[in-house]
């Protein structure tokens, strides 16, 4: 499911770039910046903004910064908000793929998704990771990874297991609201959803 964008377009790195322009409709982006967020080749990625340009969906406009120009979300497109809704409407990555790449992290006891993983816009965050034995650094490595993919910056927490069940027993807010709000549980080992 999380790939339709790729098959219907045939390019994973128009893609990327499309989930990047329309989870940020108001933001003026610089090709390299654009390269750098969703981790496409600067080359590939000039092209396909320049594409994208040329039916309508980007246009330019100077960044008032800078002497450069930049590419900017046309809402004016005709079939703007049919592809909105489609490219926002797709999952951002499978499950499955997601549920892998956080068990290499190393012990698993809990990942709750939120916001942008269940097209929540309004919720906290978009991601609780609980575990032992993983380090800040490969997490912050792996979320680098998934926004490229998401198309914005991700909102996370990651806790230990002590204290995740430290915070949940002292009925701390954002695990209570993590808990019992809109979300979509990918791993519980420890009974934190029951």
Known sequence: MSNILEKLFNSKPRAKILKLIFRN?????K????AQRTKVDYY???R???RLVSVGLLKFKAIPSSNQKGFFLNSDFDFYK???????KTSPISNDKLLRRFRKLGKL???L???VFINQEKSRSDLLLVGDGIHQ???????????SEVGKEIVYAFMTTEEFKYRKNMFDKFVLEALEGPKEVLWDSIGATR
């Open 109 to 111: 006891k809990l990942v």
């Open 137 to 147: 650094n490969q997490v912050d490595n792996l979320i680098k990874d998934l926004e």
């Open 31 to 34: 090709a390299q910046e654009v």
């Open 44 to 46: 590939a990625a000039r």
């Open 113 to 115: 998704l939120s916001g």
């Open 25 to 29: 409709p108001n933001f003026i982006f």
């Open 82 to 88: 049919e592809l909105k809704i489609l490219v926002l």
């Open 48 to 50: 396909e903004l320049y």
